[in-house]
């Protein structure tokens, strides 16, 4: 809330508004009385309330979990034409690039590879696998020693 045209505001929090039949009133004198402890006077202006936000709760269905079946084919038909270079352990090595949306659950590329998607890119180092799970998602482990 703001006096009438002032350009600062004070928040003025009610606990429960619907439940107060005085509302307005009220709100009106907690806005003085904090105008009064932030400033130190108060004005002969009307009060005027300018935003108001709510906090709320309540209860949602949780999501339904999908599990997906295994992918047909191999992780070779998300293959797109050309590789990217990647400098690792003080060498270049060539990485092969994978469409993201071709891979499927069941999957595996091994590292080094780059698999893109619209909205990042994931590097699988040499010595890692990526695999998709039944939801869908990119694990990264290394293998062997």
């Known amino acids: 809330m703001r006096y009438h045209r ?8 009610h606990p429960d508004p619907r439940a107060d039949p005085g509302l307005v009133a009220v709100l009106g004198q907690r806005f003085v009385e904090a105008h009064r402890r932030h400033y130190g006077f108060d004005l002969e202006l009307e009060p005027e309330l300018v935003v108001v936000r709510c906090v709320a709760t309540g209860v949602t ?10 992918a047909p084919g191999s992780s070779q038909d998300a293959l797109v034409d ?24 069941g999957h595996a590329v091994a590292g080094p590879a780059v698999i893109e998607q619209e ?8 010595g ?4 998709v799970d039944g939801y869908l998602n990119l694990i990264l482990e290394r293998v062997g020693g």
């Not at 002032?6 to 929090?13: H, S």
């Not at 092969?96 to 071709?102: F, G, L, T, W």
């Not at 890692?128 to 695999?131: D, L, N, Q």
């Open 6 to 13: 002032k350009g600062f505001e004070l928040p003025v929090i």
């Open 61 to 70: 269905p949780s999501p339904e979990v999908r599990r997906f079946p295994e």
């Open 82 to 105: 050309g590789e990217h270079r990647m400098f690792w352990d003080g060498d270049w090595v060539r990485a092969p690039i994978y469409a993201r949306e071709r891979l499927g659950p």
């Open 119 to 126: 909205d990042s890119t994931t590097l699988v180092h040499p």
């Open 128 to 131: 890692t696998v990526a695999s």
